[in-house]
């Protein structure tokens, strides 16, 4: 379902929230109209993309999950569709490897929730491909060793679990267990 936009006043720059949580997309949409911002909402790819035919944002907000889809096919789209518009791809999965991906598609920068409106502010002032990947002076464990490469076979076969698990030498229904226990960030 497409949301009408909040403010259509023409003199502030247009911004699409693409998130499949209705409340979070609600409260970002009060808090960044604040800031200046025409928003317009979307839940679904389809919805997004039909808005952004019709009237090109000049900045996103993209989630990495919407419901079954990944929000990195939007990311690409979206950048196929104007260059320009700045794109902020935000997750609650955060990784290495879609961090990266979403750089390579176009993403201005990758933040990890929770996220509030002015870490979203800071990184549309960033230029593309600034993005950092913050480095820790500690090692990572092992468990977010094997949360990484699995998330990075994952990327590079589409988010296809079977084909990302054949790939690994794992049963599927391992896999999507590794997949819900998210390792602890560190």
């Known amino acids: 379902m497409i949301e009408p936009s909040l403010s259509d006043n023409s003199e502030y720059p247009s911004l699409l929230i693409v998130d499949d949580d209705e409340v979070f997309c609600d409260v970002l949409s009060k808090a960044l109209t604040k800031r200046g911002f025409s928003i317009t909402c979307a839940h679904t790819i389809d919805d997004a993309l039909n808005l952004a035919e019709t009237s090109t944002p000049e900045y996103a907000i993209v989630d990495l999950k919407l419901s079954s889809e990944s929000g990195l096919v939007l990311v690409e789209k979206l950048r196929n569709l104007d ?4 794109i902020v791809m935000l997750t609650g999965y955060a990784s290495i490897a879609t961090a990266v991906e979403a750089i390579k598609l176009g993403a201005t920068h990758y933040l990890a929730k929770p996220v509030d409106a002015d870490e979203i502010m800071a990184a549309f002032e960033r230029t593309v491909g600034e993005a950092n990947i913050p480095i820790s002076a500690h090692p990572l ?10 998330q990075r076979i994952l990327t ?31």
């Not at 260059?83 to 700045?86: L, S």
């Not at 790939?167 to 960030?185: C, D, G, S, Y």
């Open 83 to 86: 260059p320009g518009t700045r």
């Open 156 to 186: 590079e076969n589409d988010n296809n679990i079977s084909v990302t698990a054949r790939i690994l030498n794992m049963h599927r229904r391992t896999l999507q267990r590794k997949l819900a226990k998210r390792p602890l960030r560190e």
């Open 141 to 150: 464990s092992v468990g977010r060793l094997e949360w990484e490469y699995i």
